[in-house]
């Protein structure tokens, strides 16, 4: 894409949040940070605005969207809130944690945006010109992460700018870096039951110490699952291959820790330090630029699996999964 036909680039100042709103009133699409990832956010009240992040996306319209709001005490106004989940609002929101809800009856959220399930995703993001964009556009916005269905997730700007036309995209808001890098965890609560539907920047551990052992979406056969989680996802173009320990000349290599195997085409490290929380900042961006090396493919080291290295082993295993399955 040439720097004309790309979606525009906006700094976060009071003049672009206000047009911000009004192009989401409206029913275009806003490209937004978030302290996860980058969101493609419109009005999730509109079904027109709905349709369209659907169709700029590629995204199949059986996997719904999660819809965000401003302020937590929004949640009772579109969601059945159980007594367990009003205490992981208020251990948790604002921050990197989704709830799956019943809907609310009278739920002014688009059913498209739910894809007909009875059930709806909420989030109260943390990242300021998040909840500003949502306050100015006056209603829940529904925003996947902004990256083309089934392809590396956003963590700038320009990513978005990137992979998205004006046509498409009437605005991308900068907000710099996103800090925590790999999506919201998502926990589905069904009747006082939580389910861990999705690994992601809140690590399991600080949700189990408010609701216990969390189930697994797997091995419940009455819990709905999250229809997204399909096999291939977060794919860069070059093929990916996991738990490596050593590396050919043609490969790129994802480190992690001090112990890095020598002879890589190019190499990346997570974290030298072998930080879980730095690690997870960085590994979308670090496999664009592995993805964009000239290297035959990308071999990544062994992420241990505590803290958010249980979201970093998910995006891997599905970045390195056959393609094909994408959504
Ligand atoms: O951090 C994040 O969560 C980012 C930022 C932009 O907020 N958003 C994000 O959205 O990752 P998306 O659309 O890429 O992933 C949302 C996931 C999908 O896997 C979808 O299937 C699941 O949430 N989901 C949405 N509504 C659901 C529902 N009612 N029941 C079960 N899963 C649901
Ligand atoms: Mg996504």
């Known amino acids: ?35 996860t990832v980058y969101g493609l956010a419109g009005d999730a009240t509109s079904d027109q605005a709905v349709a369209r992040i659907f169709a700029a996306k590629g995204r199949p319209s059986f996997n719904p969207l999660i819809a965000h709001v401003a302020d937590p005490a929004e949640a009772t106004r579109l969601a059945e809130v159980s007594p367990l989940a009003a205490r992981l609002i208020a251990a948790f929101w604002p921050g990197p944690l989704t709830l799956v809800l019943p809907r609310r009856a009278d739920c002014p959220v688009s059913l498209l945006a739910s894809a007909g399930l009875d059930t709806i995703a909420l989030r109260c993001p943390a990242h300021p010109v998040a909840r500003a ?86 091995d419940d056969h009455d819990a709905p699952q999250s229809p997204g989680r399909l096999l291939s996802h977060y794919a860069p173009g070059l093929p990916v291959r996991l738990d490596a320990t050593r590396v050919g000349p043609d490969e790129a290599l994802l480190a992690f820790g001090a112990e890095v195997p020598p002879g890589a085409f190019a190499v990346e490290n997570l974290s030298p330090e072998g930080d879980l ?7 979308f961006a670090m496999l664009r630029r592995l993805d964009r090396s000239g290297a035959k493919g990308i071999a990544v080291m062994p992420i241990p699996a505590e803290g958010l290295g249980e979201a970093i082993r998910d995006r891997l295993s599905r970045a390195a999964a056959p393609r094909g399955e994408a959504a």
Request: net charge negative; glycine share 12%; proline share 10%.
């Open 277 to 283: 929380t730095a690690a997870a900042a960085h590994l």
């Open 133 to 218: 964009v949502i306050r100015a556009a006056g209603v829940p916005l529904a925003a996947p992460s902004a990256n083309p269905s089934g392809r590396l997730s956003p963590t700038t700007a320009r990513d978005v700018a990137e992979a998205f036309p004006a046509e498409k995209v009437a605005l991308v808001v900068d907000g710099g870096e996103t800090p925590v890098g790999v999506e919201s965890t998502i926990v589905g609560l069904f009747g006082e039951k939580a389910v861990m539907l999705r690994p992601g920047g809140l690590a399991r551990g600080a949700i189990e110490a408010v609701t216990g052992p969390l189930g697994d979406a797997g």
């Open 1 to 35: 894409m040439t720097p004309q036909t790309m979606a525009p680039i906006m700094p976060p100042v009071a003049e672009t949040i206000a047009q911000a709103g009004h192009l989401l009133k409206s029913g275009f699409l806003v490209g937004l940070p978030t302290e």
